[in-house]
């Protein structure tokens, strides 16, 4: 078997026109960002390769920073891969940065943390209490990248409910109730997929601001359920807006039942942020030798690289 290079991607992307990250099956005719790469690494080395991402995002869900990893027999300079690469996709995916790695690193498995920011444009801002709230219009170049939220909301009590996230929980009710959607759960804690995937998850922040007229909520941790984040967010709303207090976040929680909590807030207000890692040595010749993990039978070596050189080259 030839010798492969592990490589690490820095990609952002507009998910408004994508149905996903995760690669949909050729009848369903799905345009995913894991298959247009795919797509995209194929027509530039001649190696079919399936990129995996540090997390799946649901469609209409956007990327400052999703990580990417994936391994090519073509020896190609990095520098040469993310020129071509840009030169390749279409506009609402980027190549930020490209380098090689360690056989040993994983997008997913090696993660050790993961941000996401969620943004939400106020419609309704009540500047004095007790008075009708101003009512705002949506943009209609901002309205795929936030929820536009039709409800007053006071900050205060969303902050005070934020914070009782921090720590360790069982974020059942905060997952997706679907069990076959679950299954495309965002889980990084372990390298091979356990039979029931853990609810407990460890939140290091959790806060709202605003920022640019818009309502803003970081959280951080060492692993998302799928739909953790839009679940939160929406129940979080819902105590802004007044329907439910920031001492019922506790007993949500405490339930362990998805009924238990908000409804699931837009897709597309989410935003992965960073993802970080363990520091990762720089790649030795002998990792180049390493075929512990599987690679596809179908690559090809110098073609590839040539082809690679060419568009980058064209994209000068």
């Known amino acids: 078997m030839a010798a492969t290079t592990n490589w690490k991607l820095t990609l952002a992307y507009d998910g408004s026109h ?7 099956s050729a009848q369903s005719g799905l345009c995913t960002i894991q ?27 956007h990327a400052l920073a999703q990580i990417v990893s994936f391994r090519l027999a073509a020896p190609v300079p990095a520098a040469n891969l993310q020129r071509a690469l ?16 360690r056989h040993s690193f994983h997008a997913r498995h090696s993660a050790r943390s993961k941000t996401y920011e969620y943004r939400i444009f106020e419609r309704r801002i009540r ?25 007053p909301l006071s900050l205060e009590p969303m902050q005070q409910a934020a914070a009782s996230l921090i720590g360790t929980h069982d974020f059942t009710s905060m997952a997706a109730s679907d069990p076959d959607r679950s299954q495309r759960d965002d ?16 939140i290091t922040f959790a806060e709202w601001f605003r920022r640019d007229d818009l309502l803003l909520f970081q959280i951080g941790g060492n692993g998302f359920l799928h739909h953790m984040v839009r679940n939160i967010v929406g129940t979080l709303v819902e105590i802004g807006r007044g329907s439910l207090d920031p001492s019922d976040l506790p007993r949500i929680l ?6 238990a909590a908000g409804p699931t807030a837009p897709a597309r207000g989410l935003y992965l942020v960073e993802v970080l890692y363990d520091a990762e040595p720089t790649p030795q010749a002998e990792d180049h030798n390493n075929t512990g993990c599987p690679v596809h039978d179908n690559a090809v070596g110098m073609s590839g690289s040539n082809n690679v050189r060419a568009h980058a080259e064209a994209a000068s």
């Open 18 to 24: 994508f149905h996903g990250w995760q690669i949909q």
């Open 35 to 61: 298959g247009t790469l795919a797509d995209a690494i194929e027509r530039l080395t001649g190696e079919r390769v399936l990129p995996q991402g540090s997390g799946r995002t649901d469609a209409g869900v």
């Open 86 to 101: 840009n030169r390749i996709l279409p506009a609402g995916i980027r190549v930020l940065s490209a380098e090689e790695v």
């Open 127 to 151: 500047a004095t209490p007790g008075q009708p709230a101003i009512e705002r219009i949506c943009s209609p170049f901002l309205a795929p990248y936030a929820w536009d939220c039709r409800w």
């Open 187 to 202: 889980d990084d804690s372990t390298s091979h997929r356990p039979a029931r995937l853990n609810p407990v998850k460890t």
């Open 254 to 259: 405490a339930a362990r039942d998805r009924t």
